[in-house]
Structures are given as structure tokens and as C-alpha cells.
């Protein structure tokens, strides 16, 4: 059964003290990993795809990198307003082109 | 301005109703999605179309049911068979397969 696992499951950081999120798959040709953002109580909001190992997008203070069993997203010097719940998601095999999400890793940057 | 747009926000229901989620979009997207997220919960999916006149169930479609006989739109009906509909649903469409999603801003819905 595919699967999408996210750890921790909550970060807390100092403004400026970086870190990073992890996302592990289990899914047979993985055909893209996709990383987003989500503030409470609205809709997730698209940050990057990745597709292929080695690969690494970057937007701001976020750089997110993949290997060939998990991806990292990697905050660098963190602000306040990066605070969010962060989802992974990779395609779901048995649904087309619907996607399995993690749980999330909810991140809370105090100033 | 594109987008997609779920309607209402906010919805409250008794028990034993029947309730249907607006979703829109106009993005030209082919595939529209719905998915369900509980507090603590991952996004689980419910129905997806990847073309007109054409849907499929997703992992916790009882329940539930969905039309898409226009390609902007998607609507989800929570029927009274659901047996614990309280949940904030979420609506995405997408441009084609392995591609990014966008979501639409969510509809809460309470039932009492």
C-alpha cells in the first residue's frame, strides 16, 4: 500500500534558527512528490514538485530536495510568517491522478 | 483572475439532511478532486473526475456522491448516510496527470 509519513509531526523554532522537515514514500515508481503549505483553516497552497532523485527546488527560504525513498524540506533563518502546517504529497496508483498526503508537519516560528 | 471557488464556507446541517458543496473553477483544468481533512488527519479523498460526464470513487467515497457534467464545475453532496460528515472539505483541480493540484479555500461543514 502506498504511503506518505512526515516526521516531527509539530517543529517549533526561534525566528532565524533553520531546520528541516522530513517526508518518506512508499510508492512504486514515484512519478512526482509535491510539498505544500497550509495556513488554518484554508486550502493548502502549492509550493514545488519534484521529480526525479537529486532534484532540488527553492522559493524564498524554502529549498526542497528529494532522494530516491524521502524528501527534505529545508527552512533556512525562518521568520514568523513562515508558520504553517506543511504537506507532502505523492500520486495516488490506484486513483489516477489524485494524490496520497502525509499528515503534515506544523511548524510554529516565534519571534 | 483564476481559480477555484468552494461554496459556503461555513455550513451547518442536521442530522439526516442531505447537503451539497459548491466547487468551481476556472482554471481550464481537466481533473477536479475532492478530499476530506479531521483534525490530526492527513487529506483523504473522496470522488475525482479526470473528464466530463465522468468520476470515480476515491478511498472513503460512502456516502457521498458527485456529478461533473460541466468542466468548471464539481459539486459533492454529503448524504445521510455519511456517518460522521463533520469534516472540512476541500476541492482541487489540476491541469493533467502528475501535476500540481490547487486547492480551493475549503468548505467546513458541521453536523449536529
Known amino acids: 500500500e502506498d504511503q506518505v509519513t512526515q516526521s516531527p509531526e509539530a517543529l517549533r523554532l526561534q525566528e532565524g534558527e533553520s531546520s528541516s522537515l522530513n517526508c518518506s514514500y512508499t510508492?512504486?515508481?514515484?512519478?512526482?512528490l509535491f510539498w505544500y503549505r497550509q495556513d488554518p483553516g484554508k486550502g493548502p497552497e502549492f509550493l514545488f514538485t519534484?521529480?526525479?532523485a537529486g532534484e532540488e527546488k527553492e522559493k524564498e527560504r524554502l529549498k526542497a530536495t528529494l532522494t530516491k525513498k524521502e524528501s527534505f524540506l529545508h527552512i533556512t533563518a525562518p521568520k514568523p510568517e513562515d508558520s504553517a502546517t506543511y504537506l507532502c504529497?505523492?500520486?495516488?496508483?490506484?486513483?489516477?491522478?489524485?494524490?496520497?498526503f502525509g499528515k503534515g508537519t506544523t511548524l510554529s516560528v516565534s519571534s | 483572475d483564476g481559480g477555484i471557488t468552494q461554496s459556503p464556507k461555513y455550513l451547518f446541517r442536521k442530522e439526516g439532511q442531505n447537503v451539497t458543496l459548491s466547487c468551481e473553477q476556472n482554471?481550464?483544468?481537466?481533473?477536479m478532486y475532492w478530499y476530506r481533512q479531521d483534525p490530526g488527519q492527513g487529506l483523504r479523498l473522496i470522488y475525482y473526475?479526470?473528464?466530463?460526464?465522468?468520476?470515480q470513487k476515491g478511498d472513503i467515497a460512502e456516502g457521498y456522491s458527485v456529478s461533473r457534467e460541466k468542466k468548471e464545475s464539481f459539486p459533492l453532496t454529503v448524504t445521510s448516510a455519511q456517518k460522521n460528515p463533520t469534516a472540512f472539505y476541500l476541492c482541487?483541480?489540476?491541469?493533467?496527470?502528475?501535476?500540481?493540484?490547487?486547492f480551493g479555500p475549503g468548505t467546513r461543514l458541521t453536523v449536529t
Open positions: 482554471l481550464n483544468h481537466d481533473a
Open positions: 504529497a505523492v500520486p495516488h496508483n490506484q486513483a489516477g491522478t489524485a494524490l496520497i
Open positions: 510508492v512504486s515508481g514515484l512519478r512526482g
Open positions: 482541487a483541480s489540476s491541469k493533467g496527470p502528475y501535476l500540481e493540484q490547487y
Open positions: 473526475s479526470q473528464i466530463v460526464n465522468d468520476f
Open positions: 519534484l521529480y526525479s
